[in-house]
């Protein structure tokens, strides 16, 4: 664990990021007057999966989603085209 003072880790923030990035440095510690206040850390990659397409299958458009359009416009306020 690698421990910075506030000044040294606002000018060298980039340095201190890439010394996470690169695993050089598992934690930094940052102190304002010499005592810890942050900790500086690397965030957990996790694969999101698979979400593009999610729900297909799952329930079936109508036709008519459309017909209500101008009405939902109106009702917010908005100017629908001619």
Known sequence: MHTVNMFDAK???SRLVEAIE???E???VIAR???PAAKLVAVDQQDPG????IAKGRFEVPEDIDAHN???ARLFG?????
Do not use: C, H, K, Y
């Not at 908005?78 to 001619?82: C, F, K, L």
């Open 26 to 28: 598992r934690e930094i």
């Open 11 to 13: 000018s060298s923030l």
């Open 78 to 82: 908005v100017a629908t085209a001619p």
């Open 22 to 24: 690169q695993g050089r």
């Open 50 to 53: 698979a979400r593009i397409g």
């Open 33 to 35: 007057n010499g005592r």
């Open 70 to 72: 101008d009405e939902v």
